[in-house]
């Protein structure tokens, strides 16, 4: 441990008990009933769960590191953990100066009370003292630029000038150890900007250290020289960010989207059976994260019990936003001979070059126009696209849900395409 | 985070010279919790701004949202005092020991009120603040004492109003409640306790907590003297049973020390105080052992 390690987290491990609901009383007649009846057992039984094995590592002041793994890697809990939310079950920690936390913007600012005392809330929250917050309050509105309604209620802010505000409280916190979860993904564009400008300048100016947890690999090459990577609890890689950055788009994803139905679960109806489904890469293996700039498939196994004529099996894909994208089934292929019993796969290949950069979720369907099927499954698979390129200088995301590599050409005269 | 990351385009200006920090011990050390855990009383002073301003943002809430606001904390006790003196005094014909029935309810119930404040205030902070206890650090008693801070704000403002009345009925306020302060002190201490020790029951079933905890206050709303005295509950057996309600002596004694009237007795009282310092400090204990919890229950 060098003179100037700031945070050294040594063999941390997280095991959270999970009651199962089954079992588990949950008024108190009923709790009183279950006592009763068999006063010496344990009536809620619990699973056990890890969340994080012996995680060690150590940041030194004025460093950036940057957290990344896939979603229930153990980043969240790592977060937790390291601003003392919850506890962990084994292992040491030991941070030297104060730490801040930044699990969301604006946690605690109330909507019935105005600018100017959620200033004092929030940054009481984020612990500030009163002094503190006095001192830096014209600097926070200022950048806020919200001058003009501190005395409204926040309540009737626009959503910009509200997460603007709480931004700016954040912004204005000078703890020894920042540590941000991806909260800067709100506000506008330019706003964000002037956020992690000031951020990076306080981080830099003042020998600050900066743990920023994200999933996104583009944000953290941005402002990270040195990262870790979490998978399944465990540390996998801590090292240079390019090098931990190829490791996590290699390892193989911990939620591989395949989602396999036994045979009591699984949807059906009318001699149609729903046996998987999946989404593949450009190799043909079951991915949950997708480059965009490689084709992909959809795959969905099913057995058909007897002939079903005009059976049509599709999926409809949504952004996890709710953003409806596109819906497909198969009913252009399909014929007397492909309905025929058995065991069946239909696929769906999409082009590269099609999806932009973000998460989608599908949910699967069957039917027989008029007949014995009519299957719709929640949406219930989930994959995410990256891009990897990304825009520009500065390698932001393009808006819209279509990312697509167009034709485009440069000419004097007009018409440029012939 | 899909965010336009630029890297801050800030050149490092003056790097601030760096003082050898790991030399000093660590400022946090996270670790497992253990059973036992002492009370952390320098970290509750260090987050005392935090208290204010939780204690003050209830309190700004609660007379801004009600058109009624204040007048609502005044017309609680005393409609409810209408009602015991209508009940106790008219119908049922209970002794007040002399005193108009209105006002002698009227004390009961200010009495009455703060413990029941102090309790539902303390024993919702938590679920009524789950979002912070799941996204930020601080010492979690912090949320209970916020609820009762603003809990006595309340009882401060029907106190005036019941000098008010006493001074309308004649009555002018007695030396006697110079000891009203004392009962106050430790009316809260003793509700302290009650939701502490719910609070710790609850644990997990935080939320089941907060559909019993009325029910258990209503019962005890009769169970206590708030619209009638000891006086009546015959002598003997009986008396000393009710008398094991602690709060029974807080609200007489509170009562007398209001009106001026009446005696005031030196072992229940002593008896009352001690139970609220005991179930307090368990209260504390268990809330304590279930703290380190409760980001992962709510």
């Not at chain 1, 890890?50 to 790592?78: C, M, P, Q, W, Y």
């Not at chain 1, 949406?379 to 808006?399: A, K, N, Q």
């Not at chain 2, 899909?2 to 670790?31: D, Q």
């Amino acid at each position: 441990m060098s003179s100037d390690t700031v945070i050294s987290v040594r063999n941390i491990g997280k095991t959270f008990r999970i009651a199962s609901t089954q079992h588990r009383a949950t008024t108190l007649a009923e709790l009183v009933a279950q006592k009763l009846r068999k006063p010496f057992t344990r009536h809620s039984r619990e699973t056990e769960f890890e969340a994080l094995h012996d995680v060690s590592f150590e940041v030194d002041r004025g460093e950036v590191l940057g957290i990344i793994g896939r979603n229930g890697a153990g980043k969240s809990t790592l977060l937790k953990i390291l601003s003392q939310i919850t506890p962990p079950t084994r292992g040491e920690i030991d941070l030297h100066g104060r730490v801040g936390a930044l699990l969301e913007v604006g946690t605690g600012f109330h909507p019935e009370l105005t600018g100017r005392e959620n200033i004092y809330l929030n940054g009481a929250i984020l612990g500030m003292n009163r002094r503190e917050i006095d001192r830096e309050f014209d600097s926070i509105v200022a950048f806020a630029e919200t001058e003009q309604f501190l005395d409204v209620p926040v309540k009737r802010y626009s959503s910009g000038m509200y997460v603007r505000l709480a931004f700016s409280v954040a912004a204005h916190l000078r703890p020894d150890i920042l540590i941000v979860d991806e909260v800067l993904a709100v506000g506008d564009l330019a706003f964000q900007r002037k956020c992690l400008g000031k951020m990076g300048e306080i981080a830099r100016e003042e020998g600050r250290a900066v743990l920023l947890v994200s999933h996104n690999a583009a944000a953290v090459r941005a402002l990270c020289e040195r990262a870790i990577l979490l998978d399944r609890g465990r540390v996998v890689h801590d090292g240079e960010v390019n090098d931990v950055l190829r490791s996590y788009l290699d390892i193989e994803p911990s939620g591989a989207a395949v989602l396999t139905w036994t045979e009591t679960n699984a949807p059906r109806e009318g001699g149609f059976r729903y046996r998987s489904v999946a989404v593949l890469n450009s190799r043909g293996e079951p991915a949950s994260v997708l480059s965009h700039d490689e084709p992909f498939t959809i795959r969905l196994e099913y057995e058909l019990d007897r002939p079903l004529p005009g059976l049509r099996v599709g999926f409809l894909m949504q952004t996890t936003e709710g953003v409806e994208v596109c819906g497909s089934n198969d009913v252009h292929v399909a014929d007397e001979e492909t309905r025929q019993p058995g065991r069946k796969f239909s696929e769906c290949r999409f082009p590269a070059h099609l999806l932009n950069e973000g998460r989608y979720q599908l949910r699967f369907g069957a039917d027989v126009p008029h007949g014995p099927v009519y299957i719709l499954t929640p949406y219930c698979l989930e994959f995410s696209v990256e891009d990897h390129e990304r825009h520009g200088e500065s390698r932001y995301r393009l808006p819209g849900v279509l990312r697509p590599a167009l034709h485009w050409a440069i000419d004097s005269t007009s018409p440029a395409i012939g | 985070m899909s965010a336009p990351v630029a890297p801050p385009e800030v050149e490092p200006l003056a790097v601030a010279e760096p003082a050898p920090v790991s030399a000093k011990p660590p400022m946090v050390c996270i670790r497992p919790p253990r059973a036992w855990e002492a009370l952390d009383l320098s970290g509750l002073w260090r987050f005392r701004d935090l208290l204010l301003a939780l204690a003050v943002r209830d309190i700004k809430l609660r007379y801004r949202q009600t058109v009624l606001g204040v007048l609502w904390v005044i017309l609680q006790p005393l409609l409810g005092a209408g009602i015991f003196a209508f009940v106790f005094g008219r119908v049922a014909r209970l002794d007040s020991g002399g005193q108009p029935y209105v006002l002698f309810a009227y004390a009961g119930l200010l009495a009455w009120n703060l413990f029941n404040g102090v309790v539902l205030k303390a024993s919702g902070s938590l679920v009524a603040n789950a979002p912070l206890v799941s996204k930020v650090f601080f010492p979690r008693l912090l949320l209970p004492f916020s609820g009762v801070i603003s809990a006595l704000l309340d009882f401060g403002i029907a106190l005036v109003v019941g000098e008010i009345l006493l001074l309308i009925s004649g009555q002018p306020p007695t030396v006697s409640l110079l000891m009203a302060p004392l009962w106050l002190f430790f009316s809260p201490a003793a509700g302290h306790r009650r939701r502490l020790a719910l609070r710790g029951a609850g644990g997990r079933l935080s939320r089941r907590e907060s559909t019993s905890c009325p029910v258990a206050l209503q019962f005890l709303l009769y169970a206590s003297p708030v619209g009638y005295t000891i006086a009546i509950i015959p002598a003997g057996l009986p008396r000393l049973l009710y008398k094991l309600n602690p709060l029974a002596p807080f609200i007489e004694g509170f009562r007398v020390s209001l009106l001026g009237h009446g005696l005031i007795g030196v072992r229940s009282s002593t008896y009352a105080c001690f139970m609220a310092v005991v179930i307090f400090l368990a209260g504390l204990i268990v809330f304590r052992r279930m703290e380190r919890q409760f980001a992962d229950v709510i």
